[in-house]
């Protein structure tokens, strides 16, 4: 197990923000996305202390849930085979069955080992209920449950530890939002002098609630003005984005997550949201697994690839 968490050298890069035609303020990309390979981003912070539990308690197996391109599902699969796990993931949408080899995800994962098992979106919606967990330990036996996403309380710990006691420098942190779980962890660690500001993927901000349950600090805010229309959802100028950025910075950026937070952020500058002289740190929480699979999708729609 400590092979896969330790040593791992945290990068932060100064953006050069003259080349994005703005000058009065500061941003740093944290390289989260760089501890490692297939597990990567806030998918490490949020497994490292499951697993951990998991392995306490004597688990062989994790079992968890996800989308046709969840980084989550990712995630878990490549850390179960390189720990010696076996892994289940129950994937939303019974039309993905027999179509996993044209999914570079779905692929992934159960060329990683795990088992793979379809349920209908009805069916998905009834995730968190205690019948059908009770139907999946007679499907499948004794596993470790590890919800949609990563995110719980071990979760939102490994997400504490994206933050440092030299990032207290910063004025803004700044964090793509999905379930909460990693913005929840990044507020529990700031200091009450900085603004936490989570840039949702989805439309809305009801992630305040789950945040709510998580930390008891209020010095954060969900910008879902940069959502491009909803989860997943990506439009071509959002692709000359990313593209662009990686041209000028040689960082990629995936388009679910930090790529809308990134654009945002700029925007945010160019408008003036920041104060004068203002550090910022935004954290890059990987994803970039997923980009082929968007490609495939764009491909489809004859808008223009992410390099």
Known sequence: MQTLWQNKSITTEKIDLSAF???????????????????????????????EAAQLQKHDT????????????????????????????????????GKVDENPTLSFAQNCGMQLHFASREL????????FKDDLRKLFGDFYLLPEGGTN?????????????????????????????TISGLINASKHNQTVLGFSALK????????????SKMNFEIIDSYCFGGYGKIDIDLVRFIN?????????????????MIYGILDLLK???FMENSCILAVHTGGLQGVPGMNKLLLKKQLPLIE
């Open 204 to 215: 809305g901000t009801f992630q305040t609630s789950e945040i709510s349950k998580h930390t």
């Open 153 to 181: 309380s071990l979760a939102i710990k490994g997400c504490e530890e994206i933050l440092k006691k030299e990032d207290a420098v910063y004025d803004y942190i700044c964090v793509p939002v999905g379930t909460g779980g």
């Open 271 to 273: 408008k003036g949201y």
């Open 62 to 97: 994790l079992l968890t849930f996800g989308g046709a391109f969840s980084n989550h599902i990712a995630a878990v699969a490549a850390a179960g085979k390189e720990l010696g796990l076996k892994t289940i993931g129950i994937i939303r949408g019974e039309e993905l069955k």
């Open 21 to 51: 035609g703005i000058n009065d303020c500061s941003l740093y990309l944290r390289r989260e996305d760089l501890l490692h390979p297939f597990v990567s981003g806030n998918k490490f912070r949020k497994l490292k202390y499951n697993i």
């Open 244 to 260: 662009e950025f990686r041209l000028k910075t040689r960082i990629p950026l995936d388009p679910v997550y930090t790529g809308k």
């Open 124 to 131: 998905y919606r009834e995730k968190e209920s205690l019948k």
